[in-house]
């Protein structure tokens, strides 16, 4: 099992560059069921995707559950030189990067059978921010449906005392510094925001009213 107080190093100091894996993410992405569902659960380390993910899976009808830290980072820290610098080379956007969201997306596609629904964990950083990629994915993976949930970070100390107790790095100016870089990435309009500054019981109600709400939508269009 992928040791996640080790990812991440270097991300904050690189350029970052999302095209490559954006380009990756599209061929991937394919057609699914009309009654199947894809649950991207995004955002920064620490906030809680996978706690709140584990948590949603008995809760939700035919659901399965696809973390792209447990699927893909493993290779991304084997394929490093240095692990403290392993998300901060061109190699690692250009090429790695790609292969790391692009993996576990061709996965969940395959996946999008009958009613499953699909719950996909990853950060995916800069790529959520960009204009075109998720209105595409929407379109690829139709008539399947997809459903993007941020989980924004919390005031600093509670996110601060979050990342120490999976390991992580919160020394300063690093965290401060992590802090800053991943708090201003731009966030698709696509994407619902969810606030997880609240103990886990409550920030799984609000991930659940959600996914409610997006399924309500999807129902009022099809009507």
């Known amino acids: 099992m992928t040791d996640v107080s080790h990812l991440g190093g ?6 970052p560059d999302p095209g490559p894996a954006a380009t990756a993410m599209r061929e991937a992405a394919a057609p699914g069921s009309p009654a199947a569902r894809l649950i991207v659960l995004a955002g920064p380390p620490g906030v809680g995707k996978t706690a709140v993910a584990r948590t949603l899976l ?22 490093a030189d240095d692990s403290a610098s ?4 061109p190699h690692y956007w250009q090429t790695l990067r790609p292969l790391e969201y692009a993996g576990p997306l061709a ?7 009958d009613t499953r629904q699909v719950l996909l964990v990853g950060g995916f950083g800069p790529e959520l921010g960009l204009d075109d990629l998720w209105p595409d994915l929407r379109d690829k993976i139709a008539p399947a449906n997809l459903v993007v949930l941020h989980l924004d970070a919390p005031p600093l100390a509670t ?20 802090a800053q ?14 606030d997880t500054d609240a103990p886990l019981h409550t920030v799984v109600q609000r991930t659940l009213d959600a996914l409610a709400q997006a399924q309500h939508s999807t129902r009022s269009r099809i009507a």
């Open 10 to 15: 270097g991300f904050t100091t690189s350029t």
């Open 58 to 79: 008995p809760l939700l009808p035919h659901a399965f559950l696809i973390d792209k830290d447990q699927t893909a980072a493993g290779f991304i820290l084997a394929a």
């Open 86 to 89: 392993a998300y901060g080379t």
């Open 107 to 113: 996965l969940a596609c395959t996946n999008l059978v």
């Open 159 to 178: 996110w601060r005392a979050r990342m120490a107790q999976r390991g992580s790095r919160t020394d300063d100016p690093y965290f401060t510094h992590l």
């Open 181 to 194: 870089t991943l708090g201003t990435l731009p966030i698709h309009p696509l994407a619902t925001r969810i």
